[in-house]
């Protein structure tokens, strides 16, 4: 993704009907495609959480960036620099069981919060990988999430 697509993404305000679509959009494509998507998102690493509703206690699925660590697999709840975290991550701090999608492999995983220096450091191999997370951070007073999923035994 280039930076001017990132921009854009985080500068579009969204409805939930919208980012409904736009997931759903990226769901099919991940699926039909074995894991890979193109557009903003070609070249990135993607998975797919499936969560259950803090709320509703209904099912929703997410598609997410992650980085590949040993055994788990990490997230960020940036919601491209939003103010707010992303439902995924209320839904996840509620019921941190939920089913993760890595290319065609589907499996349950725990999901735990990564706290101080060791999400800090997680938080910039994000950046590294993906430089618009340092934008992200820098416009939301919010300290945005870090999430490692652990599979199940």
Same mark, same amino acid.
């Given at each position: 993704?280039?930076?001017?697509?990132?921009?854009?993404?985080?500068?579009?305000?969204?409805?939930?009907?919208?980012?409904?679509?736009?997931?759903?959009?990226?769901?099919?494509?991940?699926?039909? #495609? !074995? /894991?890979?998507?193109?557009?903003?998102?070609?070249?990135?690493? =993607? $998975?797919?959480?499936?969560?259950?509703?803090?709320?509703?206690?209904?099912?929703?699925?997410?598609?997410?960036?992650?980085?590949?660590?040993?055994?788990?697999?990490?997230?960020?709840?940036? #919601? !491209? /620099?939003?103010?707010?975290?992303?439902?995924?991550?209320?839904? =996840? $701090?509620?019921?941190?069981?939920?089913?993760?999608?890595?290319?065609?492999?589907?499996?349950?995983?725990?999901?735990?919060?990564?706290?101080d220096t060791e999400r800090d450091a997680i938080y910039n191999?994000?950046?590294?990988?993906?430089?618009?997370?340092?934008?992200?951070?820098?416009?939301?007073?919010?300290?945005?999430?870090?999430?490692?999923?652990?599979?199940?035994?």
């Amino acid at each position: 993704m280039s930076e001017h697509d990132a921009e854009a993404i985080s500068r579009t305000p969204q409805t939930t009907a919208t980012m409904t679509d736009f997931n759903a959009k990226i769901v099919a494509e991940f699926r039909e #495609n !074995a /894991g890979k998507v193109g557009g903003h998102f070609e070249g990135f690493s =993607l $998975l797919l959480m499936t969560t259950t509703g803090a709320k509703s206690g209904k099912q929703s699925i997410s598609p997410v960036m992650y980085v590949a660590d040993d055994d788990r697999y990490l997230v960020v709840a940036s #919601n !491209a /620099g939003a103010d707010r975290h992303p439902s995924w991550y209320h839904n =996840l $701090l509620a019921n941190p069981d939920l089913t993760v999608e890595v290319g065609t492999e589907t499996f349950a995983a725990k999901a735990e919060q990564v706290e101080d220096t060791e999400r800090d450091a997680i938080y910039n191999r994000f950046v590294e990988v993906a430089p618009q997370f340092a934008e992200y951070q820098k416009g939301t007073s919010r300290r945005i999430p870090v999430l490692a999923l652990h599979r199940s035994a």
